[in-house]
């Protein structure tokens, strides 16, 4: 039998591009759309406006299955929820929902693992294994929601791997979210994190989705970030820092400069000096993040020695960001009790 043409993860056009391609009429790839969309069917039997013969046909043709739920674990703490879904070819990947106030988050991840290698960071532990699919980083979201309590409201890409460098599936996706005809939720409830890939921030600029981005900065001094995210070493921060106005500017948007606080390593009088100075070079806000045990993950060499800035310091230190006039948030630490936290995303074997 041949193998059927996977389309969960298609664009509008897309779809119906190869739908005319394959002798079907332009507006039903519309139908199918809002189908596996918006009403999230995993089956062309329940598309019900379609006639039962073109059913069985596109049934045959197609397929829209991408990922299967193999486990959801609740945090005690809050509400956070993390599921492990399972790839067409066996790959386990995480995400997260995370209900705050007024707010449902979801974290997606973009790769199975991550070629990264942040020193801080439980994914970079347990390497790259593969991009996901442009089907299989949407699905996340259909998945997820289902049964969860409230809509999932806000979408960040801050899970396994790096968005930009998985940049082809991961713009498609957003264009799916963006398409007038998805419902649920705009791009400007979404987030792309990234570590900082400079070329790759120009070039989703200039899609014109206009999704918010948010940088792991960590830390403004080059030679300190090298030592903690290693990828500095070949797009650098000043070469990112271009890029980050650029895209401020095109897409009229405030960067999110991701913090992680770590002790003696970023946590110090000119690093507060540093941040500020940054931030006034282009709309931004910063979001102060408590470094999440990698304990879990049996790190070694720098990875084993970052410790997390206690409580107090963290506050004196936002503090004085926000006595500059930055816009600062901190974040709390969500699902650590069942590794769902920031950073903590890692298949380690024994999760299924
Ligand atoms: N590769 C992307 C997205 C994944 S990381 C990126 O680097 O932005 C998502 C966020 O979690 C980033 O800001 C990352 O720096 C942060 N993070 C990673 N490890 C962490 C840890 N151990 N504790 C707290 N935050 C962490």
Known sequence: MRKKEQIKGLTLPELQGLFVTNGHEKFRATQVFNWMYNHKVLSFTDMNNISKDLRATLDEQYSLITLEKVKE???????????????????????????????????????????????????GVMGYKKNLTAGEIFDQYLLAGVNYERPISNVVYMGMGEPLLNYEATVRSLSIFGEELTKGISLKKIT?????????????????????????????????????????????????????????????????????????????????????KLCRSMPSKVNIIPFNSLAHMNPTGLSAELVPTSKKKIDEFADELRNANLTVMLRDTKGEDIAAACGQLAITGTEV
């Open 73 to 123: 674990q609740s945090s005690l703490q809050n509400g956070t929820k993390k599921f492990l879904f399972k790839t067409q070819d066996g790959f386990v990947i995480e995400s997260v929902i995370i209900p705050d106030n007024d707010r449902t988050t979801l974290c997606l991840s973009t790769q199975v693992g991550c070629p990264l290698d942040c020193k801080f960071c439980a994914t």
């Open 192 to 276: 792309v994190s990234t570590a900082g890939i400079a070329h790759k921030i120009k070039e989703l600029a200039d899609t014109g989705l206009k999704c918010k981005l948010a940088f792991s900065l960590h830390s403004c001094f080059e030679d300190t970030r090298s030592l903690i995210m290693p990828i500095n070493k070949k797009y650098s921060l000043k070469e990112n820092v271009k890029e980050l106005r650029y895209f401020a500017q095109k897409t009229d948007t405030r960067i999110t400069f991701e913090y992680v606080m770590l002790q003696g390593i970023n946590d110090r009088k000119e690093d507060v000096q540093a941040i500020i």
